[in-house]
């Protein structure tokens, strides 16, 4: 028997799913043993003695391979496995080939005393047939010094070499196993306490749980636990288990490792300066007390935490980490299971991704509350709380509401008696507030707008927004016009997998100057029927001519001529398709009348896979022209244009010869200025062309960098026949412009009423200047030359038959062609008369977002003696006056007519969190004739001011709008979410 304690020092001790691991089992020094003590070794070869008898060593044999048994130590507060019976032990140790002895009972060790505030949970020893005790590992083998053990009193003696000794051995006998021995019968182990370090937490030993369900506490990948006396139960682990939790546990895995390989985790750890208490009832964590779980981390000076109810308090200095959300105060309580509770003075920062159109940014929301309840993992409600997103100290605004309900599932937020504060100035109050907290739609009120113009006075808009489903929504918006009286906006949008559309109603309820009611309705419906088959319907009207000059918001919408009334079904074939259509048009502003098409039909065809690599293209449609005025033609049109064409290309050149012949039929109802002329007519116009053109390329030198410079000369030629037309019609038709894209085409007229008499060659030439980096092109110049081979007969009523050979040259530049600089320029000039018929000259500097200026110069002949000519300057601005406080500007004003055409002026200033804009805007209503005086002519004039409260509101009337039409390259200050109401348009 050992007499002697002995004392180790402990490398580790776990803390987790488990109680103190196991110690090591003991490997004796067999020269510490007796001679009298030790059991004669077997011969090699021999069949090895039965359990109860003794052996002695043959003579002359071989030494065997030193083998080791090992006894399990129990570690402080466990009881030891029972040991294997002989019974049973003794076929493996046969088959084996070694001596067996029975083993004698080892004694439960006794729990330590003595170690500070922690309680150990005894776990029951392994049942008999060697199942590993709950909570036990093996760890390397236990070496004994020789000097702690003492010579037992009585030792038997060693037989003779070949005469097997009498008797059975005594259980006190330790059974020689080579050169080693094995220690048994050890007094229970005392450990140094200034040795262990911190205590480590024990945890109750629970039932297993049924099959499929894990227990709580127990170590991922862990093998299964058995209780004592307990049949089947496993035998100890060899090494310590390789599972994540057992690797966190020992410090060789970080918590966020473990969360990222085991996301549907609830570890929980604790650790402070001092821990006291067990995993029964409560924990106590005190200075600097630290607990985590995935995707929550919890700070404070102390921490109580239950365990079993999931339930902790954490005061002083508490802060709560969520997610990227940050919450900081003197006190909480929580549930950690339901994610439920109470903080005390919160201080908070909420972190959420916000979806603009195809973008994706993230935002930050700060503030405070007396009192933050956690109602569920994805909802808080505060009481007298504050939100912002600019930083938490001293925030230039602010919105404060009596409750606040945050629901982060659905993304929405709740306010009552809300007020919105700029610099600490309340400038909006609402008894309820309604908020996206990711830019999503939600039913509520949205922010007031509010303007003013010379025509309307007073503007102010109070919208309510309605998500009716995910894919419906509608904006009902009272708009209180101070001159005007009330209007009515409404706005209803839909969408589906094959349609999509909008409504929009504006209804004035009895104009105070006009003294009736106006309107604006507008329809637009696009549904993809089948896969071959679609539908559209753009359907727009307004009361009265004057409605978008006297309600209008931009000069877009104040310059519009003709609204169009259309709808149309389109059938798609595998090579051609049909589409039908009636088209009607109101006309504003004391326009002349359109005519209505009432139907048009087309039956458009393309084929490109004939013999020899020819193609066939036909063109062909019917339409039925009306209009109100009985003065003037209606009549049906039939139009039928094959073309064959036949296009080849090489390497360096590309030839395309095409032919095609015009057929059209007209039945006409005459009005009274043609009483005279014929009512049916027909012609049929060959028309023949052939396009060439090629492209050559070289390196070449640009203001000192390198490009791949290209020519690309063109040349097109076009005859077509000459028929009079003098008599037919004019539905759809006009004198098409003059530029490069017109002039290589087949007919100098856009329409179907006039096909001209043409032979005559197109030469133009473009050079560009192409980055060999990224292929981007950073210049471009063009020229191009008409040459008329004869005289042009065909002209529209009251046009001039042309007799000149060379029509206007062309040419033009543009491109990026200094850092940051971009030019754009084009000139027609008439050779016969040696004249400028127009000219334009761009350029703009913009060399970072919100630095942008622009000038430009517009001039255009006018061959009408009534309207005069065009002579435009135009410049705009936006830059930085300080670090925040930018200047825009625009400055459009028509030189022939003397007069503004447009001016804008304004500031913004930038504070970080928000941006405040002032704009004011001139808008000239109506095109000046000659002879007519500037009194005559309408202005429009407004005033935007608009406090932008980043990823939050806009209070006040939204200039974005005439910002980004009147200067070209304008940059927002800030990065805004908010859209305008309406988009602005009215």
Not at 58 to 85: F, L
Not at 604 to 612: C, G, H, I, Y
Not at 715 to 726: A, F, T
Not at 775 to 788: I, M, N, S
Request: aromatic content about 8%; hydrophobic content about 35%; glycine content about 6%.
């Amino acid at each position: 028997m050992l007499r002697r304690s002995v004392t180790f020092y402990l490398v580790w001790m776990s803390c987790a799913a488990q109680a103190a691991d196991a110690l090591p089992q003991l490997k004796v020094d067999p020269s510490l043993v007796p001679q009298s003590r030790r059991p004669a070794a077997t011969v090699k070869g021999t069949t090895p003695p039965k359990p109860g008898s003794t052996t002695a060593a043959t003579p002359g044999a071989p030494a065997q391979p030193a083998t080791v048994e090992t006894v399990p130590v129990p570690a402080p507060g466990e009881v030891v496995a029972t040991p294997v019976a002989p019974a049973q032990a003794a076929p493996a140790a046969a088959s084996a080939g070694r001596p067996v002895v029975p083993p004698a009972a080892v004694p439960a060790a006794a729990p330590v005393s003595g170690a500070p505030e922690r309680a150990v949970t005894a776990v029951p020893a392994a049942p008999a047939d060697g199942a590993a005790a709950p909570g036990l590992r093996n760890l390397p083998a236990l070496k004994v010094d020789r000097a702690l053990l003492r010579q037992p009193s009585s030792i038997a003696r060693r037989a003779a070499p070949g005469v097997q000794s009498p008797g059975v051995q005594s259980p006190d006998d330790i059974p020689v196993r080579g050169n080693v021995s094995t220690a048994r019968n050890m007094p229970p182990l005392k450990v140094d306490r200034a040795l262990m370090g911190a205590p480590p937490i024990a945890r109750r030993v629970k039932p297993a749980p049924a099959e499929g369900i894990a227990a709580a506490g127990a170590v991922p990948g862990a093998a299964p636990v058995a209780e004592a006396g307990m049949p089947g139960a496993a035998t100890l682990p060899s090494i310590v288990p390789e599972d994540d939790a057992s690797q966190m546990m020992y410090g060789t895995m970080t918590l966020s490792e473990f969360v990222a390989r085991n996301p549907d985790s609830r570890v929980t750890l604790l650790s402070a300066e001092s821990v006291s208490g067990t995993t029964d009832e409560v924990m106590r964590a005190e200075g600097n007390a630290e607990l985590r779980r995935p995707g929550t981390t919890l700070t404070a000076d102390r921490i109580n935490y239950e365990p079993p109810t999931e339930e902790l308090q954490a005061d002083g200095n508490v802060r709560l980490v969520r997610g990227e959300d940050r919450i900081a105060g003197p006190s909480l309580r929580y549930r950690l299971d339901r994610s439920e509770g109470v903080f005390e003075k919160p201080q908070y920062s909420l972190r959420r991704n916000l979806q603009t159109g195809e973008n994706l940014r993230t935002t930050t929301g700060t503030g405070q509350a007396d009192r933050m309840e956690f109602l569920g993992e994805n909802r808080v409600r505060m009481t007298n709380a504050t939100y912002s997103t600019c930083g938490p100290d001293n925030p230039d605004w602010y919105a404060k509401a009596e409750t606040l309900d945050l629901n982060f599932e659905s993304d929405n937020g709740e306010g009552r008696n809300g007020t919105i504060y700029f610099k600490d100035v309340p400038v909006l109050y609402s008894p309820w507030l309604d908020f996206s907290l990711n830019n999503r739609r939600k039913s509520g009120f949205l922010s007031p707008t509010f303007g003013t113009t010379n025509r309307t006075g007073i503007d102010f808009l109070l919208p309510y927004y309605w998500n009716i489903a995910p894919n419906m929504d509608a904006t009902i918006a009272p708009r209180l016009l101070g001159t005007r009286g009330l209007m009515m906006s409404n706005e209803f949008r839909y969408l589906n997998h094959n349609y999509s559309g909008i409504a929009r109603l504006d209804y004035l309820f009895s104009d105070r100057i006009l003294d009736r009611d106006r309107h604006a309705l507008s329809l637009q419906h696009t549904h993809q029927i089948t896969d071959r088959l679609s539908g559209r319907l753009n359907y727009s009207e307004v009361s009265d001519r004057n409605y978008y000059t006297d309600l209008g918001t931009r000069l877009a919408i104040t310059s519009i001529s003709y609204l169009p009334q259309d709808a149309s079904l389109t059938y798609a074939g595998d090579w051609w398709n049909a589409t039908a259509r009636v088209t009607e048009y109101q006309s504003l502003a004391n326009l002349a009348p359109l005519y209505s098409q009432m139907p048009a039909v087309t039956l458009n065809a393309f084929r490109a896979d004939l013999p020899f690599g020819s193609v066939f293209q036909m063109k062909s449609s019917y339409t039925d022209f009306r209009i109100s005025d009985t003065t003037r033609d209606e009549g049906r049109r039939i139009v039928v244009y094959p073309q064959l064409s036949l296009p080849m290309q090489t390497s360096y050149l590309s030839v395309t010869p095409k032919i095609g012949v015009h057929y059209s039929n007209y039945d006409v109802t005459r009005g009274t200025n043609n009483a005279g002329l014929d009512t049916s007519l027909s012609r049929a116009i060959p028309i023949f062309s052939l396009d060439a053109g090629t492209v050559f390329e070289r390196d070449s030198d640009l203001f000192g960098q390198g490009y791949v410079q290209t020519l690309e000369p063109r040349l097109y030629y076009v005859l077509s026949s000459y028929k009079n037309q003098s008599d037919f019609p004019v539905f759809d038709t006009a004198q098409a412009d003059f530029n490069f894209a017109q002039i290589f085409s087949e007919n100098v007229f856009v329409g179907q009423d006039r096909i001209a008499d043409s032979n005559q060659v197109t030469a133009a030439t473009t050079s560009r200047f192409i980055d060999p980096q990224n292929g981007r092109e950073r210049a471009r110049v063009a020229l191009g030359q008409r040459f008329y081979l004869s005289d042009q007969l065909v002209t529209l009523p009251g046009g001039t038959p042309r007799t000149e050979r060379i029509a206007s040259t062309l040419a033009a530049v543009s491109g990026e062609l200094l850092k940051d600089t971009y030019l754009d320029a084009a000139v027609q000039y008439n050779t016969d008369l040696s004249q400028t018929e127009r000219y334009s000259v761009s350029a703009r500097y913009n060399p970072r977002p919100a630095h942008v200026f622009n000038a430009a110069y517009r001039f255009r002949r006018s061959n009408n003696p009534a309207i005069n000519d065009v002579r435009d300057i135009d410049f705009s601005v936006q830059w930085p006056l300080t670090n925040r406080w930018y200047a825009v500007a625009r400055h459009n004003y028509s030189i022939a007519d003397r007069r503004l055409v447009e001016g804008l002026g304004g500031l913004e200033y930038n504070g970080g969190c928000w941006v405040g804009r002032i704009v004011f805007q001139r808008i000239a209503l109506g095109a000046r004739l000659a002879g007519q005086t500037t009194t005559e002519l309408r202005t429009r004039t407004a005033l935007f001011f608009q406090l932008e409260l980043n990823d939050f509101s806009q209070i006040g009337s939204n200039p974005l709008d005439a910002l980004k039409r009147s200067i070209p390259g304008y940059g927002q200050i800030n990065q805004s979410t908010a859209d305008p109401i309406f988009g602005g348009d009215y």
